[in-house]
C-alpha cells in the first residue's frame, strides 16, 4: 500500500511547495504593483512638515515673591517638584571657596527642624521618594519625585528641606571629607584635571574662576553654611516647577500653604563681574603622563545674543557633531591622533564659553595643536556647502524635540527662559531663528569670537612636550597643580 503522508499539507515536501507558490504570487504581486501608473514614486512622495507645539506652563507667583511653573500631566500617578536657586559657587567668599557646594549638601543631608537627616532618609526611601540637589557656578537644583498619593506630604518635607535646614555637625563634617578626597583623587584623572584648570584660566578676573581646595574646605564652619542659606535660600530667589498628575488650583493651594510663610531678606547680592581671560596666553601643566590633554577656549556670546544661534551651528560642524563633525573626522578618523576629541558651546545668561579638545599620544601634541588652530580658523574664514549647513540645521532640529520628553522637561525649560532673562518666545522663535543662519553668519560669527591667535590652550602633558611648547611658541605660562 502507498504512503499516503506525503500528499498530506502538513507533510514536509508539501510545505515548501506551498510556500514556493506563495513566494511566487506575492512576488508577482509587488511586480505589478511598482509597475502600476497608479502608485506615486517613492522618491517623489512629500509630506507636510511637521509641526510641534509644547504645552504651556501656568506660571503662578505667590505674595512673597516665590515664582511657580505648573504643568499638569496625568499619564502617570508621580509628581516632580524642581527648585532653582540663584545661588552657585561663583558667590563662594575668598579662601572659603567650596561653601556653596556645601551648603547645598548639607541642606539635603543634614536634617530639619524635628527630624535628623538620617530619619529624613527612612521617611523619603518609606515614600519611595527621589531627592537630588546639585550646585553649579550660577544656580543651585534641588528636585523631588514622589507619588501621586504622597505629594502633599513629599511637599511639606522638601518646603522644610529649602527652609528650615538643621545643618547637623555630623553631617557637615562627613561632606567636608568627602569633598576632600574627591579632590585628592582629581590629580589621578588628568582629564578631570584639565577640564578644572581651563575653568579656572577662562574665568580668570571673576570669583567663577576661583577653585576648591583642601584648606578652603577646611576653613568652612558651620555658621557660613547658615548665613550663605539665609542670604540665598529666599522666596525673591527661588523658582519652583512642578508637574506631573496635579491639578493647577490643587498646587497653587499647597504651595500657598507651605512656602507661603517664608520670608524675603532684605540683603542685596551684587552678581560677580565677567570674566577676563588672558587672550592668546598658552599655559602649560607638567604632568608625568604618556598623552597629552589640549584645549582650546574663548569666551562666547551670551544665550540672549544673535550670535548664540550661528554659534550653536559652529559648535555643531566644528566638534560636537559627533562622527561627522571636523575635529573628529580630521585628528581622529584620519589621522588617528586622538583618543577623545570635540568641541562645546555653553551659553550663560550673560556670557557664552567655547572650546575645542583633544586627548592625544605625547609625541602628536604639537601636530594635534596645529590641526586645531586650522579647524578653528578654516570656519571663520571658508564658506560652508549649502548641503552642509542644511544637514547641520536638521540635525539640530530634529534632536530640539528631546528637550521636551516629559511634563517635567517643558515646565522647568520655561521657567529656565524667565531665570536666564531670555523672551518669553524663546522656545517656540528657536526652531525659527536656527533655521535662518546663513553662511555669512557663521563668518561673522566665528570672526568675531574665534580667533585663534586670541584662544586660551591649557596643554597637560610631560616634561618633554612642556619644553618643545615653550620653545615653539610665545606667551607660555607654566602652572602648578593647585591640589
Not at 574646605?217 to 496635579?246: A, C
Not at 570656519?379 to 532640529?397: A, D, F, H, Y
Not at 586670541?454 to 610665545?474: M, P, Q, Y
Amino acid at each position: 500500500m502507498k504512503d499516503k503522508s506525503i500528499l498530506r499539507p502538513h507533510s514536509f515536501l508539501s510545505k515548501i511547495l506551498f510556500l514556493t507558490i506563495l513566494c511566487l504570487v506575492f512576488s508577482h504581486s509587488i511586480v505589478s504593483a511598482v509597475a502600476s501608473p497608479f502608485l506615486p514614486n517613492p522618491d517623489r512622495i512629500t509630506y507636510k512638515p511637521l509641526s510641534f507645539t509644547p504645552p504651556k506652563a501656568e506660571r503662578v507667583t505667590l505674595d512673597n515673591g516665590l515664582v511657580l511653573y505648573v504643568l499638569e500631566d496625568h499619564e502617570l500617578p508621580l509628581v516632580k517638584i524642581t527648585a532653582v536657586i540663584r545661588t552657585g559657587t561663583m558667590f563662594d567668599p575668598p579662601e572659603k571657596e567650596g561653601l556653596a557646594e556645601l551648603t547645598g549638601k548639607v541642606i539635603r543631608t543634614g536634617g530639619i527642624k524635628g527630624m535628623t537627616g538620617s530619619a529624613l532618609d527612612e521617611t523619603l526611601e518609606s515614600m519611595a521618594a527621589i531627592l537630588h540637589t546639585s550646585t553649579n557656578r550660577d544656580s543651585g537644583v534641588f528636585s523631588l519625585s514622589v507619588l501621586k498619593n504622597d505629594w502633599e506630604k513629599g511637599l511639606e518635607l522638601f518646603s522644610r528641606i529649602l527652609m528650615t535646614p538643621v545643618f547637623e555637625m555630623e553631617k557637615l563634617t562627613q561632606e567636608k571629607e568627602l569633598k576632600t578626597e574627591e579632590l585628592r583623587r582629581i590629580s589621578d584623572d588628568p582629564q578631570k584635571l584639565a577640564f578644572r584648570e581651563f575653568g579656572r584660566l577662562i574665568h580668570e578676573g571673576s570669583p567663577r574662576g576661583r577653585l576648591v581646595t583642601a584648606n578652603s574646605i577646611n576653613r568652612i564652619q558651620r555658621d557660613d553654611l547658615i548665613r550663605f542659606h539665609r542670604l540665598f535660600y529666599q522666596p525673591k530667589g527661588v523658582m519652583i516647577s512642578i508637574s506631573g498628575d496635579i491639578d493647577r488650583k490643587e498646587a497653587e493651594t499647597l504651595m500657598n500653604r507651605y512656602f507661603g510663610n517664608w520670608r524675603p531678606t532684605e540683603e542685596k547680592v551684587e552678581t560677580p563681574p565677567l570674566p577676563r581671560p588672558k587672550e592668546g596666553m598658552i599655559y602649560i601643566l607638567p604632568k608625568d603622563l604618556p598623552q597629552s590633554i589640549v584645549i582650546f577656549g574663548w569666551l562666547a556670546p551670551a544665550k540672549k545674543s544673535p550670535f548664540s544661534f550661528p554659534m550653536e551651528i559652529i559648535d555643531f560642524i566644528v566638534g560636537s557633531g559627533g562622527f561627522r563633525s571636523r575635529i573628529f573626522q580630521e585628528i581622529r578618523t584620519n589621522r588617528g591622533l586622538a583618543y577623545s576629541a570635540g568641541s562645546f558651546y555653553t551659553a550663560k545668561s550673560d556670557y557664552g564659553l567655547f572650546g575645542a579638545y583633544a586627548l592625544t599620544k605625547s609625541e602628536s601634541t604639537l601636530e594635534v595643536i596645529s590641526l586645531l588652530r586650522g579647524i578653528v580658523k578654516d570656519i571663520g574664514q571658508k564658506s560652508l556647502l549649502p548641503k552642509e549647513l542644511e544637514m547641520t540645521k536638521g540635525s539640530i532640529l530634529n534632536s530640539f524635540i528631546f528637550s521636551f520628553a516629559s511634563a517635567n522637561q517643558i515646565a522647568l525649560q520655561q521657567l529656565m527662559i524667565e531665570y536666564e532673562g531670555l523672551p518669553e518666545d524663546y522656545l517656540m522663535t528657536y526652531r525659527n531663528k536656527i533655521s535662518a543662519v546663513r553662511t555669512e553668519d557663521l563668518l561673522k560669527a566665528a570672526g568675531r569670537y574665534l580667533d585663534p591667535e586670541k584662544a586660551i590652550i591649557l596643554i597637560i602633558g610631560n616634561d618633554t612636550i612642556c619644553k618643545e611648547i615653550s620653545v615653539s611658541f610665545k606667551e607660555v605660562s607654566t602652572i602648578e597643580n593647585p591640589l
